[in-house]
Every structure is written in C-alpha cells, then in structure tokens.
C-alpha cells in the first residue's frame, strides 16, 4: 500500500532530523577566523586592489565612473575569498570564489581597456620582480597582521605599506598593462587550484554519504 503524503513528509523529517546529528564532511568549521590570509590568491587580491586603487587615483577626473568601477571589481576579487572562508559549506566557499574568479575577470577587462584608451602604459618585458615585489615575501608580510583570537595580540590596523615595505616605493607610473597581467593571471591561477581543491572535497564527501 502506498504511503500517504502526511507519511512521507514526517519521514522525511525524521530523516533531515537524523542527518544533522551527523554532518557531513562538505561541512566546514574553522576555527581560525582569519585563515583567508593563509592563502595566497587572497594576498595577491590584496595586492592588485593596491595597485588598481594607485593607479585609478591618477586617472582625470572625467573618468570617475571607471575609477569607482574598477576599484569596486578589484575589492570583490578579495572580500569574496574572505566572506567565502567564512562560509558554513564547502559548497558555498566554492559559490564565493566563483563570484571572485568572475571580478577577476572584469578587472583584466577593464586593465585591457584602460590601456587600449591610453590611460595605462604597455612596457613589454616589464614585471612585478621589476618594480621589487616578491609575492611570497607580500604573503608572508600580510600572514605577520593576523590577530590570534585565542590571545588577544594585535587587532591594530596596519597599512600594507608598513607590512610590506618595498610598496612604498611604488608609483602608479611604474604599473604597466604587462605588470597587471601577470599578477591577475597568476592570482587566477592560484583560484582555479583552489576551485579544484574544493570540487575535490565535495567529491569525497558524497562518496561517503
């Protein structure tokens, strides 16, 4: 005899019920709350939202609605990695770095625009080892401003420039087509490793419902 729609549903319940007394693995609980700053891709964000607001800062004022979007492209690039760290699922993590892939791309738009437009320079050969930046050691600088949230240590603000110095020495006249380039390629990279890495872990955790 078939079940009964009333049935069904409390079984399903029951069921739903059941299943949050064991959570599965996609489940994410972090347990330090700034562990973004962990991953490189965010750092290299936090680079390029750098760079993109010095050189936007030099634009005339007649492009100020260009300015106000392509400094908005570059910050999501990096408040989606964060607010995605946060997340409870790793399904939703994923979500989130897809919308920061997509920013990613627009700000590489707008970089190929403003340089068609003859705002941006091109200077073949030119790089981010040029103009004395070293990504790993940037990393490493932003990784030293993480508060402990166990020990109360330093939630101070600290400017980028103080925790990795050599930016000081940057103008928006040393950014180049090329220098953009190479750092939204290698940041895009770096998100579809970690895309990879998610797909990965929901992949092993359906296997073991």
């Known amino acids: 005899m078939d079940k009964s ?3 069904q549903l409390v079984e399903k319940t029951l069921r739903e019920i059941e299943e949050t007394k064991n959570p599965q693995s996609s489940s994410r609980a972090w347990t330090d709350p700034d562990g973004y700053k962990y991953l490189v891709p965010w750092s290299n964000a ?3 939202r750098f760079f993109i607001r010095k050189f936007t800062e030099s634009l005339p004022k007649s492009e100020y609605r260009r300015k106000s979007q ?9 408040r989606n990695i964060e607010e995605g760290y946060k997340r409870t699922t790793t399904s ?3 979500q989130f770095i897809g919308y920061s892939q997509g920013s990613l791309e627009e700000v590489k738009g707008d970089v190929r625009e403003l ?3 003859k705002f941006l320079q091109s200077s073949p ?3 981010l080892v040029g103009i004395g930046i070293n990504l790993g050691e940037l990393n490493k600088g932003l990784k030293e401003n993480k508060g402990n949230y166990r020990k109360i240590k330093d ?15 940057v103008t928006a006249h040393d950014l180049t087509y090329e220098i953009f380039i190479e750092l939204i390629n290698k940041t895009d990279w770096l998100l579809r490793k970690l895309v990879e890495s998610l797909e990965n872990k929901l992949r ?3 296997i073991k419902v």
Do not use: C, M, W
């Not at 392509?70 to 990096?78: G, I, L, P």
């Open 115 to 117: 340089t068609e437009d």
């Open 46 to 48: 936090v680079l390029l």
């Open 70 to 78: 392509v400094d908005d492209a570059a910050r999501s690039v990096v």
């Open 155 to 169: 939630f101070n603000y600290h400017p980028i420039t103080l925790l990795y110095p050599p930016l000081n020495n």
């Open 125 to 127: 050969g030119s790089s």
């Open 204 to 206: 092993i955790s359906k």
């Open 92 to 94: 939703e993590y994923l």
């Open 5 to 7: 729609i009333s049935q």
